[in-house]
């Protein structure tokens, strides 16, 4: 009954084991790129695969479509639509916070998508040269696209996934960038203009970046919050260390009061940032994803906070500094005291004329900042768009099933080692 219950009452959960995903969350990513398109082609371009003249005509007509909406897009400014050639959508991605591998599973369908689509791209070129009889001139120009590379980087352990390489360790170590890079730079090219241009790419090497991943939900609001906006911070120092100029980013981030100013902070990296909820997401939960594209390479980002732990030592050690350095002033200064009562007075003055001023500026600093918060980060609208569709599938709403026929499904892939294994080893007395 508990299985069956929980098909009945998650749509999405049910349907990601008919499907053959790891999680549901799968169609979060799914429902991303169908309404914003940043990691494959709409479906009209998929859909023509026969090689006849209708077929043609359409795939034409399409084309013809999404370059008048790229070029409306472009004079108003916005990166949210399809792009006109195929050649702009990735190849190379990397998926932090990977585990269980429902968004790797994702990346590999679209990619590999992508990549048939290059492909047919390549030849249609290759016959045009041959027919033209000038394959001796651009035949140098030609590269056949790569197939597709996709890197699963996880701190627990991860279930090997067919087509996608896994990395265990920790997206905040330098270690673990430079082993995402040598994937890519290990990955084969044929012709030697492709050499070249890994070669030209091996310090940013990865089209897309995504992230799904999310602390341990404590109950507390703030703390969640927090925590979850620097797992973002890492994961955007991470993308800047591995993405290509002109690069995406998909991150999970939980709706606060914070959320405008980390717009901001990502809005110097990336030419455009996006707000986005997919309907797989329920509506009680505070989670959404941003959507960021157009990587502009900058200087290295500052370091995430330092534990709580770390800032109270430190605080320990500059009141500590800040003592030792008082003691000595006060017995300098006693001892080299005035005698006359009149220059005692001038000099309490004047230091309680510096207290003041010292507390006039700290005041001043402070109402720079409020004016600044107030204009720059909450006024800061920043787009938001929803994206699925509610009427064909509700994650709010239960689903009748029928009983006779229908039968639960395990899980396609439980957790390999999971955080209460010991505590289920302990209960069982192993």
């Known amino acids: 009954m508990g299985r069956i219950s929980r098909d009945r009452r998650d749509i999405y959960y049910r349907r990601a084991k008919e499907e053959g995903f790891r999680a549901r969350s799968a169609y979060k990513l799914l429902q991303l790129d169908d309404e914003l398109h940043f990691l494959s082609p709409p479906n009209c371009c998929f859909s023509s695969s026969s090689e006849s003249s209708s ?23 916005r990166f949210w639509g399809p792009s006109a050639s195929v050649w702009d959508y990735p190849h190379r991605a990397v998926d932090l916070c990977a585990a269980p591998g429902s968004w790797s599973q ?3 369908r679209r990619l590999w998508r992508n990549y048939q689509l290059k492909v047919r791209e390549f030849n249609k070129l290759q016959q045009q040269q041959q027919q033209q009889q000038q394959q001796q001139q651009q035949q140098q120009q030609l590269v056949r696209p790569e197939p597709p590379l996709i890197v699963a980087v996880d701190l627990q352990e991860m279930s090997p996934l067919e087509g996608v390489v896994c990395i265990k360790g920790d997206i905040t170590h330098a270690a673990t960038r430079a082993a995402v890079l040598s994937c ?5 090219t044929a012709a030697a203009a492709a050499a070249a241009a890994a070669a030209a790419c091996e310090q940013q090497a990865a089209d897309l970046v995504v992230c799904d991943g999310a602390p341990d939900v404590t109950g507390m609001r703030e703390l969640d919050e927090c925590m979850q906006q620097q797992l973002l911070l890492a994961a955007a120092a991470t993308a800047a260390a ?19 100013l980390l717009c901001m902070q990502l809005g ?11 309907a797989a997401s329920r509506s009680s939960s505070s989670e959404a994803f941003l959507v960021c594209r157009g990587f502009r390479p900058t200087p290295p980002l500052p ?12 605080q320990q050690q500059q009141q500590q500094q800040q003592q030792r350095g008082v003691e000595p002033r006060e017995r300098g200064a006693d001892e080299a005291a005035p005698q006359h009562p009149q220059q005692q007075q001038q000099l309490h003055q004047q230091q309680h004329q510096q207290q003041q001023q010292q507390q006039q500026q700290q005041q001043q600093q402070q109402q720079q900042v409020a004016e600044l918060w107030a204009e720059a980060v909450v006024g ?13 599938m509700d ?3 239960n689903y009748l099933l029928p009983r006779c026929t229908y039968t639960p499904r395990p899980p396609l892939q439980p957790p390999t080692h999971p955080a209460y294994e010991v505590a289920l080893r302990r209960k069982r007395g192993i």
Request: with cysteine; charged share 15%; hydrophobic share 35%.
């Open 380 to 392: 800061q609208l920043v787009p938001f768009v929803s994206c699925g569709d509610t009427r064909e």
């Open 55 to 77: 077929s043609e005509d359409e795939a034409a007509a399409a084309q013809q479509q999404q370059q008048q909406q790229q070029q409306q897009q472009q004079q108003q400014g």
């Open 184 to 188: 890519f730079q290990q990955q084969s």
């Open 268 to 278: 110097a990296l990336f030419a455009a940032v996006c707000c986005s909820k997919p």
């Open 395 to 397: 994650a709010d709403r």
């Open 106 to 108: 994702v990346l590999r």
């Open 242 to 260: 591995l993405l290509r100029p002109g690069g995406a980013l998909v991150a999970k981030v939980f709706r606060a009061e914070l959320g405008p």
């Open 303 to 314: 370091r995430p906070l330092p534990a709580p732990q770390q800032q109270q030592q430190q």
